[in-house]
């Protein structure tokens, strides 16, 4: 490393010149990022990172036109990483969705900040507590970004799929008061983004099952995994991708709620408390009529077939206490009906019977045609 | 049992080599009806209403990766599907009314009724057709029109579609019943599915296609008829029956220019 000799002047011309230099052209590159702290000086090189205590890589890249592109792209840095006082951020704390990002909601002019969904989630069946107590096995617990996947990139225009050539003609219309393109193409955005949900019933189901199927996790909470919905005919549909074929959503979202506020069917708001069905099966507030005949008596069965606790409670006999202390098996115990193991049984002894049945029959058909075949071919050699 | 008579003696004994005779030309063959028009027709429906059920209905048990594919045909696919599966049911249910008519009221439906119900030679006549199999006895046992197999799968016909159709449509009017009993029709209609099914391919599609005189397909489902030598040789008993009446041999015996009226 070589050091200059300059007069003091010369390097304060100097300096001022960079300063100049390099606070006029990137933001003057990137109007969109309203980066005003200039993050960016750094942040902007794919090689910025670090590799954390557990050897883990941590990318601290920050691709700028992705990013202006985003739902977030209108908010600084700060307003969603707090403690970036020193550099290196040694203070940094872990981004808070609950934080007020000094954006202004326009109906009410407060501040905005993701709360109102939160207070949601946690009131819901996937909130870390339950009357102010926080609840067992609560790490097992989808947190924001386990379902908002890559929320930092996502466009804010990828959910006009389908019909680019509508919203292009929409937006000639908007902008013709609006005319400010930028602004124009965000709340088209912003609105139609809610129009729809970003994942269709297949991606839905595969991001519930993500936890829902996980055996363990489950049988730490006492709930059964739900293979049995995919054996329903709900789900034939979903794997042929038809329009709205129900899925986890369509069934265990309070129609008019948001999906932040599963709530379980012993609660009155659930669509699948006992009082709700027919409602649920038939007619969703117009948006999903899929059995609009439906009956009472079709309505309260079970839709996913019976699972693991059925199975428990027709095994066991429920005179005795539960003295296994495993939670699947006592909520078995407690939720099942005698009616409910009845109608497990029966189905079990036709699905046997079947079995046996097929196996007898089509047995004896393959060892008759075979004697036959035999038997046919020995005599027509004989005549020969 | 029977009355020897000038017709028998004139019919020279059967001496079958892959069932064809090597005395008779074929210029002198007699060609028996097993099945009529009405019940080939009856049979054709049957066949292509079962192919479409079978090809709809197993649609519904792929699993997702083989239907990822699809892609955004999907939906489409599933809606046409879903219409061919109960159209085909429909035209399979009516198929099988009109059969049942066919039975009660047409005499050709009469007899055919007549002849398929089952007695107790038929078990002795399955036990006897098994030891000759097992090579415990020289020859099979003399058949009439239909036998053991016949009765069996005819059965087996009536009461799979029987339960196809009751099923089928109480899973079509779902909403109207309990959850519980949709539960049992669709247990039901697909574990039923796959006994038909296999059934069909086992049993059946060997009876006619790889039987070794019948191979690669026996045309009798198209034409109705056998010659006179598998008769002799599959069903004696009722080509006796027929070679002795005349009422028997104008419905049985095909009729031709080559062929002497009244035999």
Same mark, same amino acid.
Request: proline share 4%; hydrophobic share 35%; with cysteine.
């Given at each position: 490393m070589y050091h200059f000799r300059l007069k003091p002047v010369k390097i304060g011309v100097l300096t001022l010149l960079s300063v100049f230099l390099y606070s006029g052209t990137l933001p003057a590159k990137t109007p969109a990022v309203p980066d005003t702290e200039n993050c960016l000086l750094c942040?902007?090189?794919?090689?910025?990172?670090?590799?954390?205590?557990?050897?883990?890589?941590?990318?601290?890249?920050?691709?700028?036109?992705?990013?202006?592109?985003?739902?977030?792209?209108?908010?600084?840095?700060?307003?969603?990483?707090?403690?970036?006082?020193?550099?290196?951020?040694?203070?940094?704390?872990?981004?808070?969705?609950?934080?007020?990002?000094?954006?202004?909601?326009?109906?009410?002019?407060?501040?905005?900040?993701h709360i109102n969904m939160i207070e949601k989630y946690e009131a819901s069946v996937h909130g870390k507590t339950v009357n102010g107590k926080v609840k067992p096995n609560a790490d097992d617990l989808p947190t924001c970004k386990y379902c908002h996947t890559n929320r930092m990139y996502n466009p804010f225009r990828a959910v006009w799929g389908k019909s680019e050539a509508l919203s292009e003609?929409?937006?000639?219309?908007?902008?013709?008061?609006?005319?400010?393109?930028?602004?124009?193409?965000?709340?088209?955005?912003?609105?139609?983004?809610?129009?729809?949900?970003?994942?269709?019933?297949?991606?839905?189901?595969?991001l519930c099952t993500s936890c829902h199927e996980n055996r363990e996790k489950m049988a730490r909470h006492g709930l059964e995994t739900i293979e049995t919905y995919k054996d329903t005919f709900h789900f034939t549909q979903v794997k042929y991708g038809v329009e709205n074929a129900p899925d986890c959503i369509d069934c265990h979202v309070p129609v008019n709620y948001s999906t932040h506020y599963i709530r379980p069917k012993t609660d009155p708001t659930s669509p699948v408390y006992i009082a709700n069905r027919t409602m649920t099966c038939s007619n969703q507030g117009g948006l999903k009529v899929c059995h609009p005949g439906a009956t009472v008596k079709f309505a309260s069965g079970?839709?996913?077939?019976?699972?693991?606790?059925?199975?428990?409670?027709?095994?066991?006999?429920?005179?005795?206490?539960?003295?296994?202390?495993?939670?699947?098996?006592?909520?078995?115990?407690?939720?099942?009906?005698?009616?409910?193991?009845?109608?497990?049984?029966?189905?079990?002894?036709?699905?046997l019977f079947y079995q046996v049945l097929i196996a007898l029959v089509v047995g004896s058909m393959v060892v008759h045609q075979t004697l036959d075949y035999v038997r046919t071919r020995k005599r027509n050699q004989k005549h020969h | 049992m029977f009355n020897a008579s000038e017709t028998e003696e004139k019919i020279a004994p059967a001496k079958t080599i892959n069932g064809r005779s090597e005395n008779?030309?074929?210029?002198?063959?007699?060609?028996?009806?097993?099945?009529?028009?009405?019940?080939?027709?009856?049979?054709?429906?049957?066949?292509?209403?079962?192919?479409? =059920?079978?090809?709809?209905?197993?649609? $519904?048990?792929?699993?997702? #990766?083989?239907?990822?594919? !699809? %892609?955004?045909?999907? /939906?489409?696919?599933?809606?046409y599907r879903s219409m061919l599966h109960r159209a085909a049911g429909v035209i399979m249910i009516l198929t099988s009314v009109y059969h049942i008519y066919y039975?009660?009221?047409?005499?050709?439906?009469?007899?055919?009724?007549?002849?398929? =119900?089952?007695?107790?030679?038929?078990? $002795?006549?399955?036990?006897? #057709?098994?030891?000759?199999? !097992? %090579?415990?006895?020289? /020859?099979?046992?003399?058949?009439?029109?239909?036998s053991y197999k016949h009765k069996l799968e005819y059965g087996a016909l009536f009461a799979g579609t029987t339960l196809m159709s009751v099923t089928g449509m109480l899973m079509w009017t779902e909403h109207h019943w309990s959850k519980f009993l949709i539960d049992i029709s669709t247990l039901i209609h697909g574990m039923e599915a796959i006994l038909a099914c296999l059934a069909i391919m086992i049993w059946h599609l060997y009876e006619v296609h790889l039987r070794p005189h019948k191979f690669p397909i026996d045309h009798m489902w198209i034409t109705g008829v056998i010659d006179e030598d598998e008769m002799k040789a599959e069903y004696s008993i009722h080509y006796k029956k027929i070679m002795n009446d005349p009422e028997l041999q104008k419905i049985y015996i095909k009729r031709s220019d080559k062929i002497e009226q009244g035999i």
């Open positions: 942040h902007r090189y794919p090689q910025m990172g670090r590799f954390d205590e557990t050897g883990k890589k941590r990318v601290f890249y920050i691709n700028e036109k992705m990013f202006a592109n985003s739902v977030h792209g209108n908010l600084r840095c700060k307003s969603c990483h707090i403690g970036l006082d020193k550099i290196p951020h040694t203070d940094i704390k872990k981004v808070d969705c609950s934080t007020k990002c000094h954006i202004e909601e326009p109906s009410t002019n407060k501040e905005f900040s003609e929409t937006l000639v219309r908007c902008m013709g008061c609006h005319t400010e393109e930028r602004w124009a193409k965000r709340f088209y955005s912003h609105f139609t983004h809610r129009m729809r949900r970003r994942r269709n019933p297949s991606e839905i189901i595969e079970r839709v996913h077939a019976y699972g693991v606790k059925a199975k428990i409670a027709a095994a066991s006999n429920l005179k005795e206490p539960n003295q296994s202390g495993n939670l699947v098996v006592e909520r078995a115990q407690a939720e099942i009906e005698k009616k409910e193991i009845f109608r497990y049984k029966v189905l079990k002894a036709i699905r | 008779e030309s074929d210029r002198e063959k007699r060609y028996f009806f097993r099945l009529n028009l009405s019940e080939r027709l009856q049979h054709l429906i049957f066949v292509g209403c079962f192919l479409v =059920l079978v090809i709809t209905g197993f649609m $519904t048990k792929l699993p997702k #990766n083989m239907l990822d594919w !699809l %892609g955004e045909t999907g /939906n489409t696919v599933f809606y039975l009660i009221v047409k005499p050709a439906g009469r007899r055919l009724l007549l002849d398929m =119900l089952p007695k107790v030679r038929d078990i $002795t006549d399955m036990i006897s #057709n098994i030891r000759y199999y !097992l %090579g415990l006895e020289e /020859n099979p046992p003399e058949f009439d029109r239909f």
